[in-house]
């Protein structure tokens, strides 16, 4: 064993030696004993010596790691190597090619392994004729292994095979070159300017793809020369030498730099803020070799900074100012609270109780004044007091009072008829109250007689109604003025020597159009009952009329049809969906019937559960994602030209197309346009409330 450890420190060159020496060993043992025939001392000794070499070569031979072999030339007819027979192989060689012993000694090589590697083959071939030894590394298909392959000739007609399994070392070079190929393609898509010194002194330094740029250096250049030659570095206001930098600084120093934030003048004139890190590199014996560093451009982030400082500072001005009229407000409400102390007080605000079980009740002086009783008659009961409530209004203040015995208080307005005939409006709040097992024993609360204000409320809402309707009146009347005027303009134009085109007056048209859409809606909203929403329905088929007047389609045989349902819409929902009617009616006229053909115009607006049942639009097409969502559905359709193809409507030039789109968005919707037989828009929508 001490032999093979030898062996094993001296590596395979020392291995190689010693099995070419025993083979020459025996080979001149052999000659020696045929010379010292007949000499038995010396041919004893000789004898002896071929025994101890033979038992060191078995020794090293069995327990050796390598793979050894030793195979057979086989030549050809042309008297060249063409394979190997198996002569003998250790242990080592037999576990790594996954063959055991008796299966392949006295074969031939192509024969146990038919697929053994051309490369290995030619290598084997080579010694076999040169007898110079060769040593190569291949992965063998065979052991499914990384092989170091050493082979030598001992004796001519025969090599030694000596394999030894480096499939660790390759993976952990393939490991090694990956986690190399990682970290280059990291420092070059990393966007991040990355700076390595190769030198304590920092005086070879390379960047990767962003440091270059920022440096302008071509790849691989060494800039450490340009650090402060082409960008100018300030820390705190005060400028920076080159040994001053991050990382020349972790290097001189062998320290860690972390997040220094410095201030980069470049050639331009342009500032940048960056932010800097680096840290020392070392060798193996823990000295400081050079260093590494990172630089993030960090303008943006100083940017915002700065913004939401302002932004900030701002805001803590408004919250200063708003505290201060929060506490004016305060005090302000204060002494309201006072004054209204006093006034309730002075307000008539009568209290009552009940006893449910016995049915008796108490009820304050002011209460009977409200109720109209004198102030001699007993305290009525709970029937008495509900013969007082008006019969229209029983009902709900009975099943308000029922919820009540649940533990639920309640604040309700009713009417009552006093004990004089007279009809008043009360506002009630009570309370019921429960023992100690949860069952309600009293209920007591209060009355205020709210008649007047109950009045002057309904007073200040016809007011208000009143007021808005002259709003939109006045609205429309100016709108009105608006399109009497571009009459005017576009008939001027029309007259005009230089207006030789049409455009023009068009143009004035189209306006005119728009404006009138609007003045229809205010004039709706004026003329109809409520204030803030409009029959759309109604105001589509005065807007749709308008336009078959003005668009005279007498010269035309055009028909209108509409299928509306009466829907009422908010303002701002009503004015952006009456000017993409107009423009899309308008269009229509204009482009679908070209030399006087005939058509029809047709205007469709339902509720969008409605047009669920009575669409013709496919099933795929109706569960498109989000189109569920909408309430209403407005169609516009033609059966005239259609629009062409290869235009995109959503991306048009037409100044009318541009208009829908921008409305549709305004109001939350989608639209879409179907061009199977003429020109169909359909447009989804909300109400949207005011």
């Not at 005119?512 to 409520?530: F, N, P, T, W």
């Amino acid at each position: 064993m001490i032999l093979l450890d030898t062996l094993n420190a001296t590596g395979i060159m020392g291995i190689i030696q010693f099995i070419n020496s025993y083979y020459k060993e025996r080979s001149k043992m052999g000659t020696n004993k045929k010379l010292l025939k007949g000499k038995t001392a010396e041919s004893d000794q000789a004898e002896k010596a071929l025994q101890k070499s033979e038992k060191h070569y078995r020794t090293l031979f069995t327990h050796m790691t390598d793979g050894f072999g030793l195979v057979e030339v086989i030549y050809n007819d042309d008297g060249k190597p063409s394979d190997y027979r198996y002569l003998e192989i250790n242990p080592a060689f037999s576990k790594y090619l996954g063959t055991g012993k008796e299966q392949m000694l006295g074969r031939t090589m192509l024969e146990v392994f038919p697929n053994v590697s051309p490369k290995a083959l030619e290598k084997y071939h080579e010694v076999a004729v040169s007898g110079q030894p060769v040593h190569f590394e291949i992965f063998s298909q065979v052991a499914d292994k990384y092989l170091n392959i050493y082979v030598f000739s001992p004796e001519k007609g025969k090599l030694a095979l000596i394999l030894r399994d480096i499939t660790e070392r390759k993976q952990l070079e393939e490991k090694t070159r990956q986690r190399a190929e990682e970290m280059e393609t990291m420092m070059e898509v990393a966007p991040v300017a990355i700076l390595i010194g190769h030198d304590p002194e920092c005086s070879n330094i390379t960047g990767n793809r962003m440091a270059n740029e920022l440096f302008n250096a071509r790849a691989g250049e060494n800039i450490s020369a340009k650090l402060t030659e082409w960008i100018r570095f300030f820390y705190k206001g005060r400028e920076l030498t080159a040994s001053e930098l991050p990382l020349q600084q972790a290097a001189l120093k062998n320290t860690d730099i972390r997040d220094m934030e410095i201030d980069v003048l470049l050639p331009g004139g342009k500032w940048r803020a960056i932010l800097a890190s680096a840290s020392p590199l070392h060798d193996v014996n823990g000295c400081v070799r050079g260093s590494v560093g990172s630089f993030i451009n960090i303008t943006g982030r100083k940017e915002a900074e700065t913004k939401l400082k302002e932004t900030l500072d701002n805001l803590e001005r408004l919250v200063r100012e708003r505290t201060t009229e929060l506490e004016k407000a305060y005090n302000s409400l204060k002494e309201s609270e006072i004054r209204l102390a006093e006034a309730q007080e002075m307000a008539h605000v009568g209290n009552w109780e009940w006893e449910i079980a016995t049915d008796k009740s108490y009820w304050s002086d002011e209460l009977h004044r409200i109720f109209g009783r004198s102030l001699q008659e007993p305290h009525p009961t709970y029937r008495e007091f509900l013969s007082y409530i008006h019969p229209g209004d029983r009902e709900y203040v009975y099943n308000t009072a029922a919820k009540a015995m649940k533990g639920k208080p309640y604040s309700i307005d009713y009417r009552i008829i006093r004990a004089d005939g007279e009809e008043r409006i009360v506002h009630m709040q009570s309370e019921v109250i429960f023992d100690e097992t949860n069952i309600p024993v009293r209920i007591k609360g209060i009355v205020q007689d709210i008649t007047e204000r109950k009045k002057a409320e309904e007073t200040l809402q016809k007011m208000e109604k009143t007021r808005i309707k002259e709003i939109h009146h006045r609205i429309k009347n100016n709108l009105q003025v608006i399109s009497s005027l571009l009459d005017l303009q576009a008939e001027t134009f029309s007259h005009l020597e230089t207006c030789k085109t049409p455009d023009v007056v068009e143009a004035f048209m189209e306006s005119q159009s728009r404006v009138v859409s609007m003045a229809l809606i205010h004039e709706e909203l004026y003329s109809g009952d409520k204030i803030d929403e409009l029959d759309f329905s109604a105001y589509l088929r005065k807007l749709t009329a308008e336009l078959f007047i003005s668009y005279n389609p007498g010269k035309k045989n055009i028909s209108f049809k509409l299928d509306l349902e009466q829907v009422y819409l908010s303002m701002d929902t009503a004015i952006p969906l009456g000017i993409i009617v107009n423009e899309l009616v308008s269009n229509s006229f204009k482009h679908a019937f070209p030399e006087r053909r005939e058509g029809e115009i047709r205007i469709k607006l339902l509720r969008a559960e409605d047009f669920t049942l009575k669409s013709d639009i496919s099933c795929q097409n109706r569960h498109n994602t989000g189109k569920n969502d909408f309430h209403y559905i407005l169609e516009v359709l033609d059966n005239g030209k259609g629009i062409p193809e290869e235009i995109d409507f959503k991306n048009s030039d037409s100044l009318g197309l541009q208009l829908v789109n921008i409305l549709v968005e305004q109001i939350d919707g989608y639209i879409e346009l179907e061009r199977d037989h003429g020109t169909k828009f359909t447009i989804r929508f909300k109400n949207i409330e005011i």
